[in-house]
């Protein structure tokens, strides 16, 4: 009886997986016709590089951070817990593993993270969303890190971002506490 349940925990998991996914093309097409937006590809779709294997009562899939989002090695991307990238201060590019359990539980761990280069900036919001701006590059911050952090507009902080690849996305590191 036990492995009829374990079985259709599965089966919804993949059937709610695939309407995730569904779902989430089509808002995005919808946003790029709206927008008449044409999308840079930085990041590299190539993911033969990348596993996915079972072990146990297990099923465990190598993925690439690219920022909200990780792109697993069956080539396509599903949501990140923003709370996991914020604490475990995840750059794009960082190589994890996904580890899903026979109950749905799902286990994330950083594997292989890149090369990372770290700069101080001020904290700025345009359009409701946290950035680092320079007079020469400018990245996006996660909500939940700022949050988390406790970072407020105009405060300094140390990012992290990939010492060798462009990125649009800066890991939140620390915030610097100002001199009196």
């Given amino acids: 009886m036990e492995n009829k349940k374990t079985i259709q925990a599965i089966v919804d998991f993949i059937t709610s997986a695939e309407k995730s996914i569904k779902n989430a093309k089509k808002l995005l097409k919808d946003v790029i016709e709206e927008n008449n937006i044409t999308l840079e590809t930085n990041i590299d779709l190539n993911t033969k590089w990348l596993n996915s294997y079972s072990s146990e009562n297990s099923k465990i899939i190598e993925w690439v951070f690219t920022w909200t989002d990780m792109l697993w090695a069956d080539g396509n991307k599903y949501p ?84 060798w690849k462009k990125a649009t996305f800066a890991a939140l590191d620390a915030i610097i506490p100002k001199e009196d």
Avoid: C
């Avoid at 359990?101 to 950083?110: D, R």
């Avoid at 007079?135 to 890190?145: C, I, M, S, V």
């Fill in 80 to 163: 990140v817990p923003v709370n996991y990238s914020s604490k475990s201060k995840l750059v794009q590019w960082d190589k994890l593993k996904l580890t899903i359990e026979w109950n749905g539980k799902m286990l994330y761990k950083q594997i292989l993270p890149i090369e990372r280069e770290t700069k101080i900036w001020l904290v700025v919001k345009e359009k409701d969303k946290y950035q680092v701006i320079s007079e020469w590059e400018t990245y996006d911050l996660l909500t939940a890190a700022v949050t988390h952090f406790k970072a407020n507009i105009w405060d300094q902080i140390s990012i992290l971002i990939p010492a």
